[in-house]
């Protein structure tokens, strides 16, 4: 049996619910938003979200909760 997997939204960092909460959010005071696949949601926000996260910052978030973050961090050499 297929069971739709859908994305659930992570308001400023904060769990915030699933896609037909968007409507709740005022267009004009988002300042950055993304989806995240299931795969890295479970790395940055532990299990429970098999259909992914849509991450949406708004121009009040949490200061420290900043939109130009790296993806993915590595640690290693740098080359000469």
């Known amino acids: 049996v297929y069971k ?3 994305p659930y939204i992570f308001l400023d960092g904060r769990p915030w619910g699933e896609t037909d909460s968007l409507r709740q959010i005022d267009v004009s005071q988002i300042s950055f938003i993304r989806f995240i696949s ?3 949601a479970t790395t940055r926000f532990g ?3 098999p259909g992914g996260v849509i991450e949406v910052l708004t121009k009040r ?3 420290g909760y900043s939109d130009d973050r ?3 961090l590595s640690v290693g050499s740098v080359g000469k």
Do not use: I
Request: net charge neutral; aromatic share 6%; charged share 25%.
């Open 38 to 40: 299931a795969s890295d």
């Open 70 to 72: 790296p993806e993915r």
């Open 61 to 63: 978030h949490p200061p």
């Open 47 to 49: 299990t429970g979200y």
């Open 4 to 6: 739709r997997q859908t």
